[in-house]
């Protein structure tokens, strides 16, 4: 059996032991990494028979997400609804704007990159516009504006980049569920004396260790909590874990090559301020600016890819349904774009300067994008799938 269909890493031996359901369907998009996804169901047949099951999945286990599935015949009844309607995302959206999770290490990513790539955009109006509508240029409006703003926004990715690997070393490895469910995945004694078991389901972050977990919610709704305690927090994982896990998780690569890119990108970012790119020759902007830039642009294009490949069942099949792959696609955009505008730095006529502006800008508009969606990810942390009907 190839790596990618079975627990058999240290970190997944741990959720397997943890769990009280039996680990089925467990498949990846790449045989001889981890896998990807895994159908948690439970042992004992009369709670199996409602059709309640887990879906473990590597992204939301790293984003501290829970998915539930639904069978269609249990759909209405007292169970959250499905996460895909139009109520559900303006709910999302809401949470979005009114829940500020500070404790929680992939809002702050989220968030970092957002802001990061609204200033971008404002950055690509601030070196486009003087090229396509002159009469609107200001003062020193590429040097000073355009200049602060990417070493501004390139600050803020830098961060977030960084984050990203910490987020990956800190994933749920306790095999927490997130869920309450009657009779069908009930955790510790304190739970049922803490909330009233009614045949009914909601989320319990309390039950869970993981960093996400734990805080700020509603009866009844899906739940936002800070931890007042937990596992312990990791800021590198030890070498066992790498050798056996790490090193063979599609995501941690991903994560490991977005934060070098974003800190080799930084270069550029620092290189940008008045002062320095106007006092540079060159020569030395094309080895260390442009480099700088066409370097990390590259490695985001490969960051990017490795997330769409992530949460694809296959390696050459698309997930069009999970919002982790147009994450991974708007983001694979945007670094084509900076890629692009990278490469046309390199040429001297007056048509690459206008591409080279006009690349950055609608690249980090779909930075924007992917960002934001990585924003409405990072706040919807037990998403409810209702499953297909059988025949």
Known sequence: MSRSHQFSSIVHQRIDKNTEAEVKSVYGPVSFLNPTQALLEKLNK????????????????R????????????????????????????????????????????????????????IFV????FYFLPLAAPSTEFHDEGFIAGGVTAFVGATLFTIGGVLLIVEATNENQTGCFGWALSEVFSHSKSDLETEKQDNAAGPRPAVCEHHHASGLHRKGQPQLQHPDSGRKWEWWPSWQELRTHYFH?????????????????????????????????????????????????????????????EVQPKWYKPAPKRIGWWIGTWNLIGSIGWTLSASFGYCSASWCEYQSDLSLLWASIAFLIGSALLWYEAMDKHPVKIAKASG
């Not at 829940?99 to 989220?110: C, L, Q």
């Not at 404002?122 to 109006?125: A, E, T």
């Open 122 to 125: 404002v950055c690509g109006f």
């Open 46 to 61: 009369q709670d199996a028979a409602t059709g309640l099951r887990m879906l473990w999945r590597a992204r939301d286990n």
């Open 249 to 309: 998780e599609i995501g941690f690569w991903a994560s490991i090559t977005e934060a070098i890119g974003a800190i080799i990108f930084y270069i550029s970012g620092i290189m940008a301020l008045p002062g320095i790119y106007n006092n540079t020759s060159q020569p030395v902007l094309w080895g260390v600016y442009w480099l700088a830039y066409l370097i990390g642009g590259i490695l985001f294009v490969t960051a990017s890819l490795l997330y769409m490949l």
């Open 63 to 118: 984003k501290g997400r829970h998915m539930l599935v639904v069978a269609p015949d249990q759909a209405k009844n007292d169970l959250p609804p499905g996460s895909t309607g139009t109520r559900a995302v303006l709910k999302g959206i809401w949470r979005m704007l009114t829940v500020y999770a500070w404790w929680d290490v992939s809002w702050w990513i989220a968030v970092l990159f957002t802001i990061g790539s609204a």
